[in-house]
T-cell receptor
Framework: EAGVTQFPSHSVIEKGQTVTLRCDPISGHDNLYWYRRVMGKEIKFLLHFVKESKQDESGMPNNRFLAERTGGTYSTLKVQPAELEDSGVYFC????????????FGPGTRLTVT | QKEVEQDPGPLSVPEGAIVSLNCTYSNSAFQYFMWYRQYSRKGPELLMYTYSSGNKEDGRFTAQVDKSSKYISLFIRDSQPSDSATYLCAMRAQGGSEKLVFGKGMKLTVNP
């Protein structure tokens, strides 16, 4: 069974540009999560989709971040316009059912904003 | 005060040693406790998953949860060089948000 995949693995953009990150969850997993880790800090939650609906977006830092999951399969996270402090590693995770259960993480996208 | 505290180390041990990794937390609503292992430039890999209190063993790994003390531990027996990685504790509440709250991660090196 394929794991969570993320694309690209690394992105370098200039301040003010737009970047779109993609996550493909494990097949059949209705729950999809975005997290990020900025330098020297803990991994922090951004938001949670159940199928195509946003269940919890309490961790989204500001309105420059837009997450979508059209059709309830893959998800995209767009940062527009990017700022220097957005640099970090963005992880996606997926989980099978509701309630408890393990979240499985992807390899992450390393975003560098210069 | 952070919700989850984890000594970031680093920790260096000889091969074969018993390793003890720990996290403390402040939110009494946490019911699900996880340990993830992360190799350099990779994503976190789920190692152990525990609901509520008690112990769980899987091969050389044992996870313990003491909710009365708000303290969780991961023990690695007969440590191997391949165990060298960053170990992250994570936890979440039951009901409501499913967000995981992570510790900073402890970098472990097992020397042959």
């Amino acid at each position: 069974e394929a794991g969570v995949t993320q694309f690209p693995s690394h992105s370098v953009i200039e301040k003010g540009q737009t970047v779109t990150l993609r996550c493909d969850p494990i097949s059949g997993h209705d729950n999809l999560y975005w997290y990020r880790r900025v330098m020297g800090k803990e991994i922090k939650f951004l938001l949670h989709f159940v199928k195509e609906s946003k269940q919890d977006e309490s961790g989204m830092p500001n309105n420059r971040f837009l997450a979508e999951r059209t059709g309830g399969t893959y998800s995209t996270l767009k940062v527009q316009p990017a700022e220097l402090e957005d640099s970090g590693v963005y992880f996606c995770a997926s989980k099978l059912g509701t309630g408890g259960g393990e979240q499985y993480f992807g390899p992450g996208t390393r975003l560098t904003v210069t | 005060q952070k919700e989850v505290e984890q000594d970031p180390g680093p920790l260096s041990v000889p091969e074969g040693a018993i390793v003890s990794l720990n996290c403390t937390y402040s939110n009494s609503a946490f019911q699900y406790f996880m340990w993830y292992r992360q190799y350099s430039r990779k994503g976190p890999e789920l190692l152990m998953y525990t609901y509520s209190s008690g112990n769980k063993e899987d091969g050389r790994f044992t996870a313990q949860v003491d909710k009365s003390s708000k303290y969780i531990s991961l023990f690695i027996r007969d440590s191997q060089p391949s165990d060298s990685a960053t170990y992250l504790c994570a936890m979440r509440a039951q009901g409501g948000s499913e967000k995981l709250v992570f510790g900073k991660g402890m970098k472990l090196t097992v020397n042959p």
